[in-house]
């Protein structure tokens, strides 16, 4: 808030592609979405960020929020290669739906999140933040067999077999 470089270019934010990534990039940095939300919630609450604009880095801080499992699955096996890969699809696709939601609707949720929210900027990100989440497993619930089979596209084959490969991480 007190730098004034800083303020102008947050207050200026405009574009939800850029809102996005700079969610994601933020987030994959700190490895906390609730971090970052925490942050993007005190800025809302200060009039730093604009309400709009806060939904789409929320959107951006659940694909960046993959980022540790991502790196934690690298020197994993298929499955825990699969398993940060079914956690990235997951957000990357919710991410796309409520984008377009956004896009095509974001007044109509932005009415019903302050309604919900009362006049506190704060509460409005913070509900936004969890009402995306609920929503993502809502919608995606029915789609998970897909998903998961969208991983061995990814990631073919099967693990070698050993007797303890059921509870090795390598």
Known sequence: KDSPLVAEFLSSLTNPFLGVLLGTVITAIIQ???VTVSILLLMAQQGLMELPICFYIILGC??????????????GNKNAK????????????GTIIIFLILTFAGDLVLYLLQTISGP??????????SFFKIFQV????????LIVK??????PGEDKKTDD????LM
Do not use: D, W
């Open 62 to 75: 659940n694909i960046g929020a993959c980022m540790s499992a991502l790196l934690a699955s690298l020197n």
């Open 150 to 155: 969208a991983t061995y596209l990814v990631v």
């Open 138 to 145: 809502i919608v995606l619930f029915p789609f998970a067999k």
């Open 82 to 93: 699969r398993a940060a890969l079914i956690h990235l699809f997951f957000n990357i696709i």
């Open 32 to 34: 906390s979405s609730s």
């Open 120 to 129: 506190e900027p704060g509460r409005c990100v913070a509900n936004a933040h």
């Open 165 to 168: 490969s059921e509870y090795q």
